[in-house]
């Protein structure tokens, strides 16, 4: 279950964030996870109370960001809907195209708190791309 190695690498992005900001805990994670990099939600949803037990990321709100896939052609130049790596394009039938948008997996966004309070410090944008081997 390689959702488990996600998640943890979500939670080790979470800590250097919380740690550069002087935070102990993060009260909203936001994801964006595209439907072509290769996770399965309901293992990673599986996986997270493992991975963020005694982290930043206990007891904080997560939300994902769900990205359809997208590619355009390469030889008729239209774009599509891509529901899986390997189909092709629905107006010429190639199997040549540039994946658009759907392989996405990183930490949009981590909303902060400051020890003992409960209003949030700032929206810090993460941008962390985790790196997977797909």
């Known amino acids: 279950m390689h959702e488990l190695s996600i998640?943890?690498?979500?939670?080790?992005?979470?800590?250097?964030e919380a740690r550069k900001a002087g935070?102990?805990?993060?009260?909203?994670?936001?994801l964006d996870i595209g439907h072509l990099a290769g996770v399965e939600f309901e293992a990673l949803d599986f996986?997270?109370?493992?991975?963020v037990k005694d982290t930043v990321l206990e007891g904080a709100e997560?939300?994902?960001?769900?990205?359809?896939?997208q590619a355009r052609c390469l030889e008729c130049d239209k774009h599509?809907?891509?529901?899986?790596?390997?189909?092709?394009?629905?107006?010429?039938?190639?199997?040549?195209?540039?994946?658009m948008k759907g392989?996405?997996?990183?930490?949009?966004?981590?909303?902060?708190?400051m020890s003992g309070q409960d209003q949030p410090?700032?929206?810090?944008?993460?941008?962390?791309?985790?790196?997977?081997k797909n």
């Open 7 to 16: 998640a943890l690498g979500i939670v080790k992005i979470a800590e250097q």
């Open 23 to 30: 935070v102990r805990q993060v009260k909203k994670i936001t």
């Open 47 to 51: 996986a997270w109370p493992l991975a």
């Open 62 to 69: 997560r939300v994902i960001n769900k990205i359809a896939g």
């Open 80 to 99: 599509y809907a891509l529901h899986h790596l390997y189909d092709g394009c629905p107006y010429c039938g190639s199997y040549f195209k540039d994946i």
């Open 103 to 113: 392989k996405e997996l990183l930490v949009r966004s981590l909303e902060l708190l």
């Open 121 to 132: 410090v700032a929206d810090a944008p993460a941008d962390n791309e985790l790196v997977t």
